[in-house]
Structures are given as C-alpha cells and as structure tokens.
C-alpha cells in the first residue's frame, strides 16, 4: 500500500529572485550542519556546510545562516535559477560524540517558476 | 566525477526474492558506509552504519536479518533486502563520510520495487 507521511513543505520563487529556505533541528550537541539539494530520482548533492563555531557562511550564490540560540538554520539562495528547482535538506550531525552519521530535515521542495 | 558509486539505480523483483545493492567508494577508503531509506516526498532516514570488518549497527525499527549488510572491504558495502515485499519498495541511497564529522558523499540511490 501506499505510504502516509510528512509531505515536504513547498516554496515557489520567480526566476531570478532570491529564496530563503529553512531549517528547525533538535539536537543541542550538533556542531555541524549541512545543507544538500536533492534532485528526482538521484542522491543528494553538497551544497555548503557551517561548524558551530560561526554563524554565516557563504559559498557561490548561496549562503548558511546559523542560529544556534533558537537552534535554526537557513539557506539563502540568490538570484534563483530553474536548475534551482528541487528538494533541499539540511542535516546535522555531532562531531564531538565522534559521530559522523548524519540526520536530515524533512526537506523543502524548491520551484523556481520562468 | 562520482565519488560514490551505487547500483543497481532501478530494480524491479518479484515479492519474496532478494535484491542485493552495492555501494563503492571510489575516490577513498572508507571504514564506514551509511545507508539511507527514503519514500516518496519524505527525508532521508538512516537505516544502518555498516563497519568495514564487523558488524553494522541498524538504527532501532530496522531489522537486521531483513536488510543484510555486508561491509568486505574499505571501499565496498552492500545491501541486501532480504524476502522482499511490496511495503519494501522505497529509495535506497548510500553514502560515504569524506572524513569524521564531515559532510558525506551520496551514491545516485537506488529505486527498488517490488511486485
């Protein structure tokens, strides 16, 4: 039968502008935080990381900001483009555990409308 | 180039068979592999740590004996799902950690239905 879950929340953004997508975790201990975009039918794909230690990263037309205090992450994306268009997760893990599994967001499907 | 290689990317098998999946690390050797369950419109779930030399650890509500893995050498880990059965069919996807506590590289996923 069908499977019945969470359905991935969903942005809409005009080609060219920019989008913002976030991101709630739970865990006080991670200290590393990634974000990964995920296209149909394939694994996800790195987009940018951010350690603990900092707040904002920024990497080629995206940006990770970090909010530990509310334990909130976003992605802000510029210029949005069609080849935008996808499911983005983010995941954390906990490297002072001497982990290095990692645990994904539930998602948010991206479309980037021409 | 891919960094993680997995196949099969798509199989179809009949209820009650057993489908093997492989995941290999081709730029480096890894000691451990992660796999991952996803359904359709849901996140990433990790199922299992598999451990290059001894045993995997499964994440709890997975079962062991239903989903085999075998982790022989550094840069090879499979899959294997066993007596497989509609309510099996999902997206399988691997990864591998570049380094401990860093971000990971994920193979293309497989798409495993069973009829």
């Known amino acids: 039968g069908e499977s019945v879950g969470l359905h991935l929340p969903t942005l809409s953004v005009q080609e060219g502008d920019n989008s913002i997508i976030n991101c709630a975790y739970s865990?006080?201990?991670?200290?590393?935080f990634i974000w990964y975009k995920q296209e149909s039918g394939k694994g996800p794909q790195f987009i940018i990381d951010?350690?603990?230690?900092?707040d904002k990263r920024q990497g080629q037309r995206v940006t990770v900001l970090l909010n530990k205090t509310v334990k909130h992450l976003s992605l802000q994306i510029a210029a949005t483009q069609p080849g935008d268009s996808a499911v983005y997760f983010c995941a954390e893990t906990s490297r002072g555990t001497g982990a290095n599994n990692l645990f994904f967001g539930t998602g948010t499907r991206l479309t980037v409308i021409p | 180039g891919a960094v993680v290689s997995q196949h099969p990317s798509r199989v179809i098998c009949k209820s009650g068979t057993s489908v093997k999946i492989e995941c290999r690390s081709l730029?480096?050797?890894?000691?451990?592999m992660f796999w991952y369950r996803q359904f359709p419109k849901q996140s990433l779930m990790l199922m299992a740590t598999?451990?290059?030399?001894?045993?995997?650890?499964?994440e709890q509500g997975v079962e062991k004996d239903k989903f085999l893995i075998n982790h022989a050498s550094l840069t090879l880990s499979t899959l294997t799902v066993t007596s497989a059965h509609p309510e099996d069919s999902s997206f399988y996807i691997c990864?591998?950690?570049?380094?401990?506590?860093?971000?990971?590289?994920f193979g293309q996923g497989t798409r495993l239905t069973v009829v």
């Open positions: 951010i350690r603990s230690n900092m």
């Open positions: 730029d480096f050797q890894a000691t451990t």
């Open positions: 865990n006080s201990a991670s200290d590393y």
């Open positions: 598999s451990n290059e030399g001894s045993k995997a650890t499964y």
């Open positions: 990864s591998v950690p570049r380094l401990r506590g860093t971000e990971a590289f």
